[in-house]
């Protein structure tokens, strides 16, 4: 049915006439489906009006081909329909609603925490142009690694072509060895901050240099959620990635921004812990990990940061999730560096084999199960009974492409787990998930 509306190749942006003719297109094409969804059959409106350039309403016919709508259960075994009517569409239904009520957030707050933002920012600029001095241009990558050089500082990161880079990663692996370094760090983890969500000093607010300010309506933030945005079945959010803030250690504190506009109402944080790492136990039953997590006061990271004596928080969270997907030597130790843990691959192939053979012996065997059971039914399945197709055959030939496929079933089945998991819950706890009507 959508081959049957106009495609944005065809629209002549330029052209404001053009454009509201087309966006009716969608309008009504949406609409179409929507009753197709809920009624079995739709019912088209000879002609339609809108808004054109000049101000003035055109009344116009609609010459969209009627065409076929294909209802998407069509093709689908019961399975696939119950997934699809009891899962997919009520909590579609919650989703929307959620982007239509928005997130309370108070904008005052945020002018004022831009303002700490901006301060910081200029006693850190202070201090790094002892070093670079106002000539260089903070934000050109040649003009400081021509500095680094001049100071002699040992540039490990290089870009694809071989160029030495300045990136995140490569900074994190020269952290402490020159003042400049940390303080460039912080300029860039700063300038971010400020230009993503607190937003530049005195930005109007219908600016794009306002940050999250920019979204506002309403004293709401109305982003948009996709819940077929990633591979996995994972949420995505953009416009903005509400994902993406900042965690609770931020020391300015953007989360404190999402909060109730009035004294009488609530914003509840509902989340499951640890729920990947919980999802994949589930999957692989290692003793260990059973042991700690079914535990009420046990704590997964803090286990396996006593037992690689490594902090907590980032590390042994971040070896925990890495390992449990099949990560590899070379690419913990290029992690552990860029959080700014000084680690060779040599001594993180020792934590490797550890993991894997000695701490928590469960989590590989079944890893190689999955590649097992794709293999031989063409899919894996969900604990709910869903089915991915997730690869064309198991390489079994290629080391390289094998350990790939490994690492893509680890990933799909408990972060698609999880993800179904938590629609679960959402639906369970929101009434008109179920009843729309009411």
């Given at each position: 049915y959508g081959r049957l509306l106009r495609k944005t190749a065809g629209v002549n942006f330029n052209d404001l006439n053009d454009l509201a003719e087309y966006a009716e297109e969608d309008v009504i094409g949406t609409d179409e489906l929507y009753q197709t969804q809920c009624y079995g059959s739709f019912v088209r409106n000879r002609y339609v009006s809108y808004l054109a350039a000049d101000g003035s309403f055109v009344r116009k016919q609609v010459t969209l081909p009627i065409g076929r709508i294909v209802i998407s259960d069509e093709d689908l075994d019961d399975r696939e329909k119950l997934d699809l009517f009891a899962q997919e569409f009520p909590y579609l239904r919650s989703v929307i609603r959620s982007e239509i009520r928005g997130f309370p957030f108070k904008e005052k707050l945020l002018y004022q925490k831009r303002l700490l933002v901006a301060e910081q920012i200029k006693v850190v600029l202070k201090k790094l142009r002892k070093y670079t001095g106002s000539e260089i241009n903070l934000n050109s990558g040649p003009q400081l690694v021509k500095l680094f050089q001049k100071l002699?500082?040992?540039?490990?990161?290089?870009?694809?072509?071989?160029?030495?880079?300045?990136?995140?990663?490569?900074?994190?692996?020269?952290?402490?060895?020159?003042?400049?370094?940390?303080?460039?760090?912080?300029?860039?983890?700063?300038?971010?901050?400020?230009?993503v969500y607190f937003g530049l000093p005195n930005a109007p607010k219908n600016s794009k240099h306002s940050g999250l300010a920019y979204f506002l309506r309403n004293g709401r933030i109305h982003g948009v959620i996709s819940s077929v945005g990633a591979v996995t079945g994972r949420n995505t959010a953009a416009l903005p990635n509400l994902h993406q803030l900042p965690s609770a250690k931020d020391r300015f504190a953007i989360k404190e921004c999402f909060a109730p506009l009035k004294d009488d109402e609530a914003l509840i944080c509902l989340d499951y812990a640890q729920l990947e790492l919980r999802v994949g136990t589930l999957y692989h039953q290692d003793p260990v990990m059973m042991k700690v997590l079914c535990d009420p006061k046990g704590d997964l990271h803090q286990e396996t940061a006593d037992r690689f004596?490594?902090?907590?928080?980032?590390?042994?969270?971040?070896?925990?999730?890495?390992?449990?997907?099949?990560?590899?030597?070379?690419?913990?130790?290029?992690?552990?560096?860029?959080?700014?843990?000084?680690?060779?691959?040599?001594?993180?192939?020792?934590?490797?084999?550890?993991?894997?053979?000695?701490?928590?012996?469960?989590?590989?065997?079944?890893?190689?199960?999955?590649?097992?059971?794709?293999?031989?039914?063409?899919?894996?399945?969900?604990?709910?009974?869903?089915?991915?197709?997730?690869?064309?055959?198991?390489?079994?030939?290629?080391a390289y492409l094998l350990h790939k496929a490994e690492t893509t079933l680890a990933n799909n089945v408990v972060q698609g787990q999880g993800q179904d998991f938590l629609k679960a819950a959402i639906i369970r706890s929101d009434p008109k998930c179920i009843n729309p009507d009411r």
């Open positions: 002699g500082i040992a540039i490990p990161g290089k870009t694809k072509k071989g160029a030495p880079s300045l990136g995140k990663q490569s900074l994190a692996e020269m952290g402490g060895s020159h003042a400049v370094v940390d303080l460039l760090t912080e300029y860039k983890a700063l300038t971010k901050l400020q230009s004596g490594v902090k907590r928080d980032p590390f042994a969270k971040n070896i925990n999730f890495l390992l449990q997907f099949g990560g590899e030597a070379y690419a913990l130790a290029k992690f552990l560096n860029g959080l700014g843990l000084k680690i060779s691959k040599t001594e993180t192939q020792k934590w490797v084999d550890t993991y894997n053979y000695e701490v928590y012996v469960g989590v590989q065997p079944w890893r190689k199960e999955l590649l097992s059971e794709h293999d031989e039914n063409g899919f894996v399945s969900y604990f709910t009974g869903r089915k991915r197709r997730l690869l064309n055959g198991i390489p079994w030939q290629d």
